[in-house]
């Protein structure tokens, strides 16, 4: 039986006080892989726990979420349960990208049914933190992180005022870990020093990709000292990346990324098990054929 997770000062730990780190890997969007690529997603989560992963990071596209009524019954349902006879634990991503108080989102006009991909709205992540917390939040594999991305304007007292909102929201229902993600693109969690959130069972949450900054990472090393980071989304592609973000080679990104996760003990979600959402852990949907990222992955971060 898969035991709940707790913080404890700079920890996760779980019932018995024994430290865990999560390893994980990100799922593509289960919506896109259902709905428009006919695939099932729940192979997926049974090839991630035979790679040695202890986790999975699911991202809730906000506009599949709103669009389909019964996203929870046929999407998170079935990832939840089967995640749970796994002994995987959940991270459930609130995909939102952008600044919620004014609603300005990333991407704003790529549209699904009529509903922004990225809808960063603050209306739309609190309605989402009720509805996922109320009817997960009682799940001991299950942890929450109600906002994706926050950029585009907003400033470190205003991501705070949001976060804790979203936090208290879950409180309703919850008590399992949240995370709390950073502002800005590259990603910095510099507004933690001045307003960090006031709540037990609280984690922050990073990318780390090639484009992240070394002040950024020195961030990271220092507030490592007090709080659990989750660093949520990590990897490279060594051949044209369609961003220069994602670009990379095992020398001077993977191998100094397995150095940085290790000489801070963080834990980690690799992005991403998928042979077109780069940086791809898969060339193709034959499980055995893994990526120069998913070897590396493999190898490399799931064994330490």
């Given at each position: 039986m898969i035991e709940k997770l707790n913080i404890r000062e700079n920890k996760i730990i779980n019932s018995n006080g024994k430290e865990i780190k999560l390893k994980g890997i990100n799922l593509n969007s289960p919506c896109i892989l259902k709905y428009e690529e006919k695939h099932n997603f729940l192979e997926d989560i049974k090839q991630i726990k035979k790679l040695g992963a202890n986790s999975i990071r699911v991202p809730i596209c906000p506009a599949y979420f709103q669009s389909k009524p019964e996203y929870c019954d046929e999407i998170l349902d079935p990832i939840v349960s089967l995640c749970k006879k796994l002994n995987l634990y959940c991270l459930l991503d609130w995909h939102a990208q952008g600044n919620p108080l004014n609603g300005e989102t990333r991407m704003a006009d790529t549209k699904i049914e009529g509903f922004m991909k990225y809808d960063a709205r603050f209306s739309s992540a609190k309605k989402a933190a009720e509805i996922l917390a109320k009817r997960y939040g009682k799940e001991p594999n299950v942890m929450f992180e109600p906002f994706c991305a926050y950029f585009l304007g907003i400033n470190s007292k205003q991501w705070n005022g949001v976060s804790t909102t979203l936090v208290n929201i879950i409180r309703k229902y919850?008590?399992?870990?949240?995370?709390?993600?950073?502002?800005?693109?590259?990603?910095?969690?510099?507004?933690?020093?001045?307003?960090?959130?006031?709540?037990?069972?609280?984690?922050?949450?990073?990318?780390?990709?090639?484009?992240?900054?070394?002040?950024?990472?020195?961030?990271?090393?220092?507030?490592?000292?007090?709080?659990?980071?989750?660093?949520?989304?990590?990897?490279?592609?060594?051949?044209?990346?369609?961003?220069?973000?994602?670009?990379?080679?095992?020398?001077?990104?993977?191998?100094?990324?397995?150095?940085?996760?290790?000489?801070?003990?963080?834990?980690?979600?690799?992005?991403?098990?998928?042979?077109?959402?780069?940086?791809?852990?898969?060339?193709?949907w034959n499980p055995k054929d893994l990526s120069e990222w998913g070897k590396f992955v493999k190898k490399e971060l799931l064994t330490f």
């Open positions: 919850s008590d399992s870990i949240i995370a709390i993600g950073p502002i800005g693109w590259p990603q910095s969690l510099e507004s933690v020093f001045n307003y960090p959130i006031k709540d037990k069972n609280v984690a922050y949450s990073t990318m780390i990709y090639f484009n992240t900054k070394e002040k950024d990472k020195k961030v990271i090393n220092k507030l490592r000292e007090k709080y659990v980071i989750l660093v949520v989304e990590c990897g490279y592609e060594p051949l044209k990346p369609k961003e220069k973000a994602l670009q990379g080679t095992k020398q001077n990104y993977a191998y100094p990324l397995k150095k940085f996760l290790t000489d801070n003990e963080l834990s980690w979600f690799a992005w991403c098990y998928h042979p077109i959402r780069q940086p791809v852990i898969l060339n193709s």
